[in-house]
């Protein structure tokens, strides 16, 4: 960019129109236009019952992730980095979310992903973007095995059909889960089963058919005729009635006592933010310029750090929560053929429209069925390939993805990451060092007559 400066760097993240569409003028411009719409509306399809079910995941309503997800695409769609990119809620905010809602209230998450948005847009303006990028595969992996444990052990109630709660911490989980599995009701299991058969089947047979919203079709004729009397716990028994004002805005307060534990967890849960929407974001643009062989203008990183400040800063306000980059819901939106940012701003429209007529049906979903489609996320969050590139490559890097994966579930997110970090940056050059005299020393044992 020419006259770099920090002016011409905001004017330039700030500009929606920054040669992300440039595709949208390849060919047919119809139906260029026809096929992000109907990438928009389907993706919207599919987001739904994942939005309302990590929503609800994290301590909060279902009609949280379904604005959510709305306002972050469009943000996202508006000021990010990457031209076919799909933002909303994931399942790698769950565990920071959920330990934020369990001490503090929705105003607070407000505050704490403010800042968090601050300085994602900091780090946008003085270009940290390929720093961030710099974090290595194997804890992302390991941290990505670590979230899918957190999210199926929290579904244990769910799963299990029951109205006791549910503790936080994986011990509590595990006990929860021997002392209740006698008392379990099958109908719920059986539910949650065909719930995450279905997810698995239908999204695999075409990317035009909404797995997840079939399977709460089935949940709500199911628990509204053949199982009406089987004592499924609805999400309206849990939750009351799902609204359709989606605008409501919640602004940020301030604690009403300073204490040190307080200031300490605002700036935990705002960093561990920070976190998580740099690092799945960035992953997520950088996959998606792979999957979608984009030969033109290629993402940004900066400007995708900028998105998502802009994303974390305005969609709580509008009582949701913290988004980011979801990569499996971009990489739908690539299949379905998106060629430009228009998918995200129609998702926006079509997945308001759509939860506005179905709220009624909404509520009378199982909880079971969001436990099957909550464990279809977590199971398809690990994938075998990632983690065999990782067991291919040193024991160094096996063993950050094994502590990460471990530490996780045990000691929360941003205790296992950050830890994680600090010791790839203490022992990274000591351990490369080590690798390049084994290998020095393997060469020279080869060419030995």
Same mark, same amino acid.
């Given at each position: 960019m020419k006259n770099d400066t920090l002016l011409n760097r905001f004017l330039f993240y700030m500009n929606p129109n920054d040669g992300r569409y440039e595709d949208l003028k390849k060919g047919n411009i119809t139906r260029n236009i026809a096929k992000d719409l109907t990438a928009g509306l389907i993706v919207a399809a599919v987001a739904i019952p994942l939005a309302m079910g990590f929503a609800m995941a994290s301590g909060l309503r279902p009609e949280q992730g379904i604005v959510g997800g709305a306002i972050a695409g469009l943000f996202g769609a508006l000021f990010g980095g990457s031209k076919y990119q799909v933002y909303g809620p994931t399942a790698a905010f769950i565990p920071v979310i959920a330990g934020l809602m369990a001490v503090y209230n929705h105003s607070f998450l407000v505050l704490a992903s403010g800042i968090a948005g601050i300085i994602l847009m900091l780090s946008a303006l003085f270009r940290i973007g390929r720093v961030v990028e710099r974090v290595p595969h194997s804890i992302v992996v390991g941290f990505t095995i670590g979230i899918a444990i957190v999210i199926a052990f929290s579904q244990i109630g769910e799963v299990l059909g029951s109205k006791e709660k549910v503790g936080y911490g994986i011990i509590d989980q595990l006990r929860f889960l021997y002392n209740n599995i006698p008392s379990a009701n099958i109908f719920a299991v059986l539910m949650t089963a065909i719930t995450f058969i279905f997810c698995k089947i239908f999204l695999k047979m075409s990317s035009f058919i909404p797995g997840p919203l079939i399977a709460l079709a089935f949940g709500f004729i199911a628990g509204q005729t053949f199982w009406a009397d089987k004592n499924l716990i609805l999400i309206a028994d849990k939750y009351g009635s799902i609204p359709t004002d989606f605008f409501v805005i919640t602004p940020p307060l301030l604690p009403? @006592? &300073?204490? @040190?534990? =307080?200031? #300490? %967890?605002? #700036?935990? #849960?705002? #960093?561990?933010?920070?976190?998580?929407?740099?690092?799945?974001? +960035? +992953?997520? @643009?950088?996959?998606? %310029?792979? =999957?979608?062989?984009? !030969?033109?203008? /290629?993402?940004? /990183?900066?400007?995708? +750090? &900028?998105?998502?400040g802009m994303v974390n800063l305005f969609t709580p306000l509008f009582n949701g929560f913290p988004h980011t980059g979801a990569l499996a819901r971009t990489s739908v939106n690539i299949r379905l053929g998106a060629v430009s940012p228009l998918s995200g701003i129609a998702k926006f429209v079509f997945k308001l429209s759509l939860a506005a007529f179905l709220a009624a049906y909404l509520e009378k979903v199982p909880m079971a069925c969001i436990g099957g489609? +909550?464990? *279809?996320?977590? @199971?398809?969050? =690990?994938?075998?390939?990632?983690? !065999?590139? =990782?067991?291919?490559?040193?024991? *160094?890097?096996?063993?950050?993805m094994s502590y990460t994966a471990v530490m996780v579930p045990v000691s929360g997110f941003m205790t296992a990451v950050v830890s994680a970090i600090m010791i790839y940056v203490i022992t990274y050059r000591f351990f490369e060092k080590r690798k390049e005299v084994v290998l020095a020393d393997e060469a020279l044992a080869i060419e030995a007559p």
């Open positions: 009403e @006592s &300073w204490t @040190s534990k =307080v200031i #300490f %967890d605002l #700036f935990y #849960f705002a #960093f561990a933010i920070y976190i998580v929407a740099a690092i799945e974001s +960035l +992953l997520c @643009s950088r996959m998606a %310029d792979r =999957v979608a062989n984009n !030969k033109g203008i /290629p993402y940004n /990183p900066n400007k995708e +750090l &900028w998105g998502q489609i +909550l464990l *279809y996320v977590a @199971s398809g969050m =690990v994938k075998m390939k990632e983690i !065999k590139q =990782v067991t291919s490559s040193t024991r *160094y890097h096996i063993a950050l």
